[in-house]
């Protein structure tokens, strides 16, 4: 799991090869075992693979371009009524879990942050998907075979971050 965790980087340039249903059915259940405050589970994740709706989500911002071209987005959305105070503590544990599931598969990742209090990226995704306005989107994941090597991985353990029982 730690060398997952450490080779896991986001990919932006994506093969057009499809994502099985069998890697991407093992993708949601790691989503669905996240952790979530008081059980409430309120994440809703739409799977696109319509090549015009994942260029339509590559309009919410100018960040998220490579959508339109990887073979699969993942669009994470909470239920702010089924959790008002911790939907999104809860959708962002599941996005980590499918960023390192797709990792584990031999699959890329980019996550693309959409909730940013609102917004115009979230009206994109939200009119694009037709998302009732209960749920909210936290974050669109491009999904996919990556297009480019896997970079090498420096060091990224800081010492003088960690405090020990106290600042």
């Given at each position: 799991m730690l060398e997952v965790i450490r080779n896991r980087f986001s990919c932006r340039s994506f093969e057009p090869?499809?994502?099985?249903?069998?890697?991407?059915r093992q993708i949601l259940e790691a989503a669905f075992c996240a952790p979530s405050a008081n059980n409430a589970r309120p994440w809703e994740i739409i799977v696109v693979r319509d090549a015009a709706t994942r260029e339509r989500l590559s309009q919410a911002h100018q960040w998220a371009g490579m959508c339109a071209d990887a073979p699969?987005?993942?669009a994470m959305c909470g239920d702010a009524e089924k959790s008002p105070d911790w939907w999104i503590d809860d959708v962002a544990a599941a996005t980590q879990n499918?960023?390192?599931a797709a990792e584990s598969l031999g699959l890329g990742?980019?996550?693309v942050g959409i909730h940013a209090g609102g917004?115009?990226?979230e009206t994109v995704a939200r009119e694009a998907l037709g998302i009732p306005e209960h749920v909210?989107?936290?974050?669109?994941?491009?999904l996919g075979s990556c297009g480019v090597p896997r970079p090498p991985?420096?060091?990224r353990y800081e010492e003088a971050a960690v405090h020990w029982d106290r600042w």
């Amino acid at each position: 799991m730690l060398e997952v965790i450490r080779n896991r980087f986001s990919c932006r340039s994506f093969e057009p090869a499809s994502v099985s249903d069998d890697a991407l059915r093992q993708i949601l259940e790691a989503a669905f075992c996240a952790p979530s405050a008081n059980n409430a589970r309120p994440w809703e994740i739409i799977v696109v693979r319509d090549a015009a709706t994942r260029e339509r989500l590559s309009q919410a911002h100018q960040w998220a371009g490579m959508c339109a071209d990887a073979p699969v987005v993942l669009a994470m959305c909470g239920d702010a009524e089924k959790s008002p105070d911790w939907w999104i503590d809860d959708v962002a544990a599941a996005t980590q879990n499918v960023l390192l599931a797709a990792e584990s598969l031999g699959l890329g990742t980019c996550w693309v942050g959409i909730h940013a209090g609102g917004g115009r990226p979230e009206t994109v995704a939200r009119e694009a998907l037709g998302i009732p306005e209960h749920v909210r989107v936290l974050a669109l994941i491009a999904l996919g075979s990556c297009g480019v090597p896997r970079p090498p991985r420096p060091e990224r353990y800081e010492e003088a971050a960690v405090h020990w029982d106290r600042w």
